[in-house]
């Protein structure tokens, strides 16, 4: 069965239209995110516009801070700290990629941990290990609710992540763990892949490699989730050869379709529960 991120999220994002209402009128304002674009990089713009969207959609207020792409880390950093301590900002995030002289831990450094609404914070990441509450990176958390919406059980699960990047990896593992799954994470040097691919109940891909996944890494009946997206001749496509494994796995996403609207919609579910938290 294909799991539908485009519907689920849609679920998630009509049901945040009553509660971001409900603590707007609590506050005496809507809810508000602000994001900083830095430079001209198109898909940047894009993903930009679609959160600015997405926000208006479900009645959150944001606002979009541009920089040029010769900005200097000194003005970079300055631009985040006013909007972190600008009071009709519940949440703040810096998009990425950066320019390359920027230092980009020094900017998301100015992003205090309740602001911090991608999750990426060390302060967010140590929380979410030590199983606290805290703001999870969008897109693990996204992995999550679309896991919890078609019935998959965690708990005993043997659980494989190919990937172990800060933004996906590393917090898809912390989040699987705390569901009770036990937890292989693969990555560049790991020896031996199709063999712990073939060990996964549920396997989660992100490498950003087209097709890295193929149908004999992958055991009868296991649940796959696709978080890579690569443009391939035009199209996008995603870590697993769809077609293929689509015929082993017994749920699966597709590239688009599945991860990719749950990371918007959990941008949004970040940012209002940061603001019941402050409040």
Same mark, same amino acid.
């Given at each position: ?73 000194? &003005?970079?950093? $300055? %631009?985040?700290? @006013?909007? #972190?301590?600008?009071? /009709? ?106 063999? &712990?691919?073939? $060990? %996964?109940?549920? @396997?989660? #891909?992100?490498?950003? /490699? ?70």
């Amino acid at each position: 069965m294909i799991i539908d991120g485009k519907a689920i999220a849609g679920i998630v994002r009509e049901g945040l239209k009553a509660r971001a209402a409900a603590l707007g009128a609590r506050l005496g304002r809507k809810v508000g995110l602000a994001v900083v674009l830095i430079g001209d990089d198109p898909a940047s713009a894009v993903y930009v516009r679609n959160k600015m969207r997405a926000c208006e959609e479900v009645g959150l207020f944001s606002e979009t801070v541009s920089l040029p792409a010769d900005v200097s880390q000194g &003005e970079a950093e $300055r %631009a985040v700290s @006013l909007l #972190a301590e600008d009071a /009709r900002f519940d949440g703040v995030l810096v998009q990425l990629p950066l320019p390359a002289h920027l230092d980009e831990r020094r900017i998301l450094s100015r992003i205090p941990f309740a602001k911090d609404v991608d999750g990426f914070s060390a302060e967010n990441l140590g929380r979410l290990a030590k199983g606290e509450p805290c703001c999870v990176a969008c897109t693990p958390r996204g992995v999550m609710e679309l896991l919890q919406a078609s019935g998959v059980s965690l708990a005993g699960k043997h659980a494989v992540v190919v990937g172990r990047s800060n933004v996906v990896g590393k917090p898809m593992a912390m989040l699987l763990l705390n569901a009770d799954a036990t937890v292989t994470v693969c990555h560049s040097k790991t020896r031996g892949l199709k063999e &712990e691919c073939l $060990r %996964a109940d549920v @396997l989660v #891909a992100a490498v950003g /490699r087209p097709a890295l996944i193929t149908a004999d890494m992958v055991k009868q009946g296991a649940v796959v989730i696709d978080v890579g997206i690569n443009r391939v001749d035009g199209k996008l496509v995603g870590d697993v050869d769809f077609p293929a494994v689509s015929e082993k796995a017994s749920l699966i996403t597709p590239v688009p379709g599945g991860v990719g609207p749950m990371t918007v919609a959990m941008l949004l579910l970040n940012t209002v529960e940061a603001a019941e938290r402050a409040r």
